[in-house]
C-alpha cells in the first residue's frame, strides 16, 4: 500500500467517523437498548409461548400480543428527551428517525421469526411481518400525537381490535374489514394495503415532526 | 371529673381529633389523584373496547339473564386489562419517572400511603367505568328478557378484577420506572388472562375469564332451571383479592424509608396474598361438572343451591297446550311450529299427551368434556296419577341467533325439535310388540315420522321403505282412520307389513 492510498482510506474512516457517532448517540438518547431487551423478551416469550398447547384462534391470537409488545417499544423509541434544542441544530434528524424506525421494525420482525424457527408459528412469516409493520405504524402515529412516552396507547389497544377480529372467525359475524388486518388470511392483499398504508402514514409523520413533546 | 380524668378525656379527644385530620388527609389527596389520574383519560377507551367486544358479543346473544353474564363475564376483564393495567403502570412509575422519588422519600408519611391513594384513584375511576358498561348491558336485558333476574356473580368476579389489575400494573410501574414498563405489563396481564381463558388443567379454572366449564361455555340450560352456582365465583374473587393484596404489599416492600411495622405489614400482605391465590387454585382444581351444567366446588358448595327454580310455565292455548320455562318465552311459537305436524298426525289416538312441557338438559360426563347427555329430545313423563300424559321435551342447546359456532338458524332449531319430538312421540304412540319392534310398525314409523316433515327417517330395509312409502303416500284421513282403527293391533304386534294398507 502507497502513502496516498493510505490517507484516502484514513480520509474517508474520519469522515464516516463522526455519522457513526451521531447514530450512536440518537440511538442512546432514544433508548434503543431497552427497546431491543424489551424486543427480545418478546421474542423469549413468544418462543416460550409456543411450546403450549393452543386451540385455533388462541393460536392466532398468541403472536399478535406479542407483536403489539414490540410495536409499542419501537414507537416509545421515537420520544426525543432534547427538544427544541436538537431540533433547532439537528439537521439529519429527520433522516435519523427515519432510519430507526425502518431498522427497529426490520428488528422486531426477524426477532419473531427466528423465535418461531423450529416451532409451528400460526399465519406464518409473512402475518408477522404484516402485523408488525401496521402496528408499529399506529405506534409511530401515537408517537406524534401523543408524544413518545404514550405510544404504547395505540399498539395496546389494536391489539385488542385485532384479537378479537381473529376469535371472530370463528365466532361469526366475521369482522373482515382489511382496516382489522390482524383478523384478515395471511396473503390477503387488502390486509397487507392497509398495513402498508399505516406504516407509511406513521414513518412519514415521525420523520417529519418526530414525537411529540410531552411535559 | 378530676384534673386527671379531664387530662386524659383531652388526650382521646386529640387523638380522634388527630383521626379525623388523617382522614381528611387522605380524602384530600384521594381528591387530587382522582382529578390527575391517568385512568380517567384511559375511561373512554375502556368503555370502547368494552363495546367491541363484550357489550357486541353479549348483546348478540338470545335476550336470557344468563347467556348475557356469562358471554359478558368472558369478555369484560380482557377488555379492560389494557388500559387499566396501562393506566395503573403508567401512575405506579410516575414518581420513578419524573425523578422525585427522594423528594417525596423525604415526607413525613409513608410513602406507600401516597401511593395506595394513587392506586385507589385508579381503581375508582376503573370501577367507575366497569359498572356503567356492566350496567348498560343489564339494563338492556332487564328490559328485553321475559323472565329471570341478573346474575349477580359474574359481575362481582369482574369487579373484584379490576383492584386486581390495577394493584399488578400499579406494582409493575412503581417497581420498575421506565416507559418501557407500561407496554410490557399490559401485554403480559392480556397475555396471562387470555393464557388462563384457554381449557387448560382444573386449576386454571380460576381465572376471572372462565364462566364456567371451557368446554360447555355459556349455555341457554346453565343456571336457568337450577340456581347459578357461585362455587367457582368465589373461588375466582379469594384467587382476585390474594392477587390485589400481593400486589399493594409488593408496592409496600419498596418503601425502605418506612418503619418495621409498616414493612411486617408489606410482607405479611404479599404473603397471604400469594396463600390466598394458591388456595382459590387449588379449591377451583376440585371442581366437578354438576348434572345442571355448572362447577361445582365441594368446600365452598351450599346444597341450597341444587334446589331448582320455581317458575310459572308459560303456555300456549291449543288443544294440547305447549308449556316452557318462562325464559325460553320467545322460542314458544318455534316449538308450536316444530310440533303441530307431529300431533295433527297423531291426534286422536291413544297416548297422545294432553301437554307438552319442558325438562331441562342434563350435563354429564368428565369435566373436561362438553357431552350434554340430555341433548334435544322428549322425556316422557306422568303427571298425574289419573293419567294425563305430559310430555316434556328439552330443548336443544343451540338457540337461533346464538352467535355459537354453529350459529343456527330458526328453520334449523325447528328442524332438530321436530326430528327428536317426532321419533320419540311416535314411537311412543305406536309403541314396540312384545317381541321388539315390529317390521310393521318400523314401516309405520317411518311413514308417520317422514309426513310429520322430518328429513331424516329411521333407517328400513326394501320391503320396509315400500310399505312405508306405500303408508305414507295414502291420504292424511284414510291414514289416520285405519290407524284408529288398527292402532291396538299394531302396537301388539299383530299386523304384519303385507297387512298395511
Known amino acids: ?215 | 371529673m378530676t384534673a386527671y380524668s379531664g387530662q386524659i378525656a383531652g388526650r382521646a379527644g386529640g387523638r380522634r381529633h388527630a383521626w379525623w385530620r388523617r382522614i381528611g388527609a387522605a380524602g384530600r389527596l384521594f381528591r387530587i389523584e382522582l382529578r390527575r389520574s391517568a385512568m380517567l383519560w384511559m375511561m373512554p377507551v375502556a368503555g370502547a373496547l368494552f363495546w367491541y367486544n363484550a357489550f357486541r358479543e353479549s348483546m348478540a346473544e338470545p335476550a336470557m339473564w344468563n347467556l348475557r353474564a356469562m358471554t359478558m363475564h368472558h369478555g369484560v376483564l380482557l377488555d379492560f386489562a389494557p388500559p387499566v393495567v396501562g393506566a395503573a403502570a403508567w401512575m405506579g412509575s410516575r414518581e420513578g419517572r419524573r425523578h422525585l422519588t427522594d423528594l417525596i422519600g423525604t415526607v413525613p408519611r409513608p410513602r406507600w400511603t401516597a401511593q395506595l391513594v394513587t392506586w385507589a384513584a385508579v381503581t375508582a375511576w376503573a370501577l367507575v367505568a366497569y359498572c356503567c358498561c356492566v350496567g348498560v348491558v343489564y339494563g338492556l336485558t332487564a328490559r328485553q328478557a321475559s323472565w329471570g333476574g341478573p346474575l349477580w356473580w359474574p359481575a362481582v368476579v369482574g369487579a373484584a378484577g379490576i383492584p386486581a389489575l390495577s394493584a399488578v400494573g400499579f406494582a409493575a410501574g412503581a417497581w420498575f420506572p421506565s416507559r418501557f414498563t407500561v407496554p410490557i405489563a399490559t401485554v403480559g396481564a392480556f397475555f396471562a388472562l387470555g393464557f388462563s381463558a384457554q381449557p387448560r388443567a382444573p386449576q386454571w379454572q380460576v381465572s376471572p375469564t372462565a364462566a364456567g366449564s371451557p368446554y360447555i361455555g355459556p349455555d341457554a340450560g346453565i343456571g336457568t332451571f337450577y340456581h347459578y352456582l357461585p362455587d367457582l365465583s368465589i373461588a375466582q374473587v379469594i384467587c382476585m383479592a390474594g392477587v390485589t393484596a400481593a400486589a399493594i404489599g409488593a408496592v409496600g416492600l419498596l418503601d425502605r424509608a418506612s418503619g418495621p411495622w409498616l414493612r411486617t405489614l408489606a410482607y405479611g400482605m404479599t404473603a397471604a396474598g400469594l396463600a390466598a391465590v394458591f388456595v382459590a387454585a387449588g379449591l377451583a382444581g376440585t371442581a366437578r361438572l354438576d348434572p345442571h351444567g355448572m362447577l361445582a366446588i365441594p368446600a365452598l358448595h351450599d346444597a341450597a343451591s341444587d334446589e331448582p327454580i320455581k317458575y310459572t310455565p308459560v303456555c300456549d292455548h291449543a288443544a294440547v297446550p305447549i308449556c316452557l320455562n318462562p325464559a325460553y318465552a320467545a322460542y314458544l311459537p318455534n316449538v308450536r311450529e316444530a310440533i303441530t305436524p307431529v300431533l295433527t298426525e297423531l291426534a286422536g289416538l291413544p297416548g297422545l299427551p294432553k301437554s307438552v312441557g319442558q325438562d331441562p338438559p342434563a350435563y354429564g360426563g368428565p369435566l373436561n368434556s362438553s357431552f350434554v347427555a340430555g341433548g334435544a329430545g322428549v322425556v316422557v313423563s306422568e303427571a298425574s296419577p289419573g293419567g294425563s300424559q305430559q310430555f316434556n321435551l328439552v330443548l336443544p342447546d343451540q338457540l337461533p341467533a346464538e352467535p355459537g359456532g354453529a350459529d343456527i338458524t330458526v328453520r334449523q332449531f325447528v328442524g332438530q325439535i321436530r326430528l327428536s319430538v317426532a321419533a320419540d312421540l311416535i314411537n311412543k304412540v305406536v309403541g314396540s310388540a312384545p317381541g321388539g319392534e315390529s317390521r310393521a310398525q318400523h314401516a309405520v314409523v317411518t311413514a308417520l315420522t317422514f309426513d310429520a316433515g322430518v328429513t331424516r327417517v329411521p333407517r328400513a330395509d326394501a320391503a320396509v321403505s315400500a310399505a312405508a312409502s306405500r303408508f305414507a303416500a295414502l291420504p292424511a284421513a284414510v291414514r289416520h282412520a285405519w290407524l284408529a282403527a288398527h292402532l291396538t293391533a299394531l302396537r301388539a304386534g299383530r299386523i304384519t307389513l303385507a297387512q298395511l294398507p
Open chain 1, 1 to 215: 500500500m502507497t502513502a496516498p492510498a493510505v490517507s484516502t482510506v484514513s480520509a474517508a474512516g474520519s469522515a464516516a467517523r463522526p455519522a457513526l457517532r451521531l447514530i450512536r448517540l440518537h440511538l442512546a438518547s432514544r433508548r434503543v437498548t431497552a427497546a431491543l431487551a424489551t424486543i427480545a423478551a418478546c421474542a423469549l416469550a413468544l418462543r416460550i409461548a409456543l411450546h403450549w398447547s393452543w386451540d385455533t384462534y388462541g393460536a392466532l391470537q398468541l403472536p399478535l400480543i406479542f407483536e403489539s409488545g414490540c410495536a409499542a417499544a419501537v414507537g416509545i423509541t421515537m420520544g426525543s428527551p432534547f427538544g427544541e434544542p436538537e431540533r433547532a441544530t439537528g439537521r439529519w434528524l429527520p433522516l435519523l428517525r427515519l432510519g430507526s424506525g425502518i431498522a427497529m421494525t426490520a428488528t422486531v420482525v426477524v426477532a419473531l421469526a427466528v423465535a418461531s424457527i423450529g416451532a409451528h408459528l400460526a399465519g406464518g412469516i409473512a402475518d408477522v411481518a404484516r402485523n408488525v409493520v401496521g402496528l408499529v405504524g399506529i405506534g409511530l402515529l401515537c408517537a406524534t400525537l401523543l408524544g413518545g412516552a404514550l405510544a404504547w396507547t395505540g399498539p395496546v389497544v389494536y391489539m385488542l381490535v385485532g384479537a378479537y377480529g381473529l376469535y371472530t372467525d370463528w365466532h361469526p359475524p366475521a369482522l373482515t374489514s382489511p382496516w382489522i388486518f390482524p383478523a384478515r388470511p395471511q396473503h390477503d392483499l387488502g390486509g397487507a394495503l392497509c398495513a402498508a398504508a399505516v406504516f407509511a402514514a406513521g414513518i412519514a409523520t415521525a420523520t417529519w415532526r418526530g414525537a411529540r413533546e410531552t411535559p
